[in-house]
């Protein structure tokens, strides 16, 4: 049974990095893409990366300039920093494997941005 | 602005049939890339319901279905029942964005 259990801090001011870790326990770590994705309050979802274990990483163009993701395969972790946070960043935060589709998932993190 | 258009919300009676449609365009549901289905329970993350159009995971109920024609997918549910009740998204991909694409759920409310 695959678990995903993620990880950090819930409450940023602007301009700050959120930091997200995303931990998986059972299956195989090597045979999937790994993913972040979010969920704004009382909106939709959307993608905002993913990686490999090997590195390979795939970025939505409208946060890469300020989205890095990182993975730790000895770890079966992988990472996700968003560089100068601001509201719009508020969000539920989700970790998910690509089998394609989205097929586990973590619990999901609430990430508030306010001053 | 979410690329695939889902109503906001839709109701029925316990044991009535449901339908929800997430409509896109040629650069994605419409150039035929699959459209997955997840349903989001209260306060819960997303739950794989339908893969690769009209697939049903391990331990879905068979009153889950779901189709695509053109531009458009819609997910059914028959026999509603009150555990049914949660907020339902559809996603494709779509090749101008190069990257995955969601509706903006739809919330299900069972009467």
């Known amino acids: 049974q695959v678990q995903l259990q993620q990880w950090g801090a819930g409450l940023l001011k602007p301009s700050e990095t959120l930091s997200l870790t995303c931990a998986v326990y059972?299956?195989?770590?090597?045979?999937?893409?790994w993913s972040w994705l979010r969920q704004p309050p009382g909106k939709g979802l959307e993608w905002i990366a993913e990686i490999n274990h090997s590195g390979s990483t795939n970025y939505n163009p409208s946060l890469m300039r300020r989205v890095t993701i990182s993975v730790d395969t000895s770890k079966k972790q992988f990472s996700l920093r968003l560089d100068s946070v601001t509201a719009a960043d508020t969000a539920v935060y989700y970790c998910?494997?690509?089998?394609?589709?989205?097929?586990?998932w973590g619990q999901g993190t609430l990430v508030t941005v306010s001053s | 602005q979410s690329v695939l258009t889902q109503p906001p919300s839709v109701s029925g009676a316990p044991g009535q049939r449901v339908t929800i449609s997430c409509t896109g365009s040629s650069s994605n549901i419409g150039a035929g890339f699959d459209v997955h289905w997840y349903q989001q329970l209260p306060g819960t993350a997303p739950k794989l319901l339908i893969y690769?159009?009209?697939n049903r995971p391990s331990g879905v109920p068979d009153r889950f279905s779901a189709s695509r024609s053109g531009t458009s997918a819609s997910l059914a549910i028959t026999g509603l029942q009150a555990e049914d009740e949660a907020d339902y998204h559809c996603q494709s991909y779509d090749s101008s964005l190069s990257v995955g694409v969601f509706g903006g759920g739809t919330k299900l409310t069972v009467l």
């Open positions: 690769r159009n009209n």
């Open positions: 059972g299956g195989s770590f090597t045979g999937y893409y």
């Open positions: 998910a494997r690509v089998a394609p589709p989205f097929d586990y």
